[in-house]
Nanobody, 123 residues
Framework: QVQLVESGGGLVQAGGSLRLSCAAS????????VGWFRQAPGKEREFVEAISWSGDMTYYAESVKGRFTISRDNAKNTVYLQMNSLKPEDTAVYYC????????????????WGQGTQVTVSS
């Protein structure tokens, strides 16, 4: 069993930065790929970035290329999402997910989810 808790969301002006954290409990977290997804009101949950269990491979959506960076610290059981140059269209609830059983950019492949953290970017 893995429990995930996201933090670090908030209100920021366009062009600003935030760093989200996903803290996990559970021994298998450090051996699991982790993904960040987001969901805006009235829209489907969409893939943002993912990282391999070792941290040596990362995957990102084109919409965040060059602006967001995912990283992890397995000693702390934590995955981070550094978000720079934020845009109003980045406004959403951001979720982290662990234990992918398939394609890591697909939400349904993950077994565990956090409760989400709100990110609001004002123009």
């Amino acid at each position: 069993q893995v429990q995930l808790v996201e933090s670090g969301g908030g209100l920021v002006q366009a062009g600003g930065s935030l760093r989200l954290s996903c803290a996990a409990s559970g021994r298998t977290f450090s051996r699991s790929p982790v993904g960040w997804f987001r969901q805006a009101p009235g829209k489907e949950r969409e893939f943002v970035e993912a990282i391999s269990w070792s941290g040596d491979m990362t995957y990102y959506a084109e919409s965040v290329k060059g602006r967001f960076t995912i990283s992890r610290d397995n000693a702390k059981n934590t995955v981070y999402l550094q978000m720079n140059s934020l845009k109003p269209e980045d406004t959403a609830v951001y979720y982290c997910a662990a234990h992918s059983r398939g394609i890591i950019s697909i939400a349904t492949s993950y077994d565990y989810w956090g409760q989400g953290t709100q990110v609001t970017v004002s123009s």
